[in-house]
């Protein structure tokens, strides 16, 4: 059973850092596209950032020049660098995985549990 375990949210204050984890386990053909969304109290769920296996970026421009997106294939672990916080990014982030469980299906969307990250002013 495929799980994504997320770790890194908590409370900062404005300016400050964090760094989210999230870690794939479980039955894994292929690990595909992952990617971190975030979700703010009556808002929709949005893109934040993704990297493709091969390393390839998309950044939201709310988060360029401060958010990294990274990966390490070996892990099957995706990361989310947070630097220059704002009371804006505040949210839930969620990390998200296209995964192929065999051969024998197609890839679909893994979601984590959701971390919460709140920037104090």
């Known amino acids: 059973q495929v799980q994504l375990v997320e770790s890194g949210g908590g409370l900062v204050q404005a300016g400050g850092s964090l760094r989210l984890s999230c870690a794939v386990s479980?039955?894994?053909?292929?690990?595909?596209?992952m990617g971190w969304y975030r979700q703010a109290p009556g808002n929709q769920r949005a893109l934040v950032a993704s990297i493709t296996r091969n390393k390839n970026t998309n950044v939201a421009d709310s988060v360029k020049g401060r958010f990294t997106i990274s990966r390490d294939n070996a892990k099957n672990t995706v990361y989310l660098q947070m630097n220059s916080l704002k009371p804006e990014d505040t949210a839930v982030y969620y990390c998200?995985?296209?995964?192929?469980?065999?051969?024998?299906?197609?890839?679909?969307?893994?979601w984590g549990q959701g971390t919460q990250v709140t920037v104090s002013s």
């Open positions: 998200n995985a296209d995964i192929r469980e065999s051969w024998f299906v197609e890839g679909r969307d893994y």
């Open positions: 479980g039955s894994i053909f292929s690990l595909n596209t």
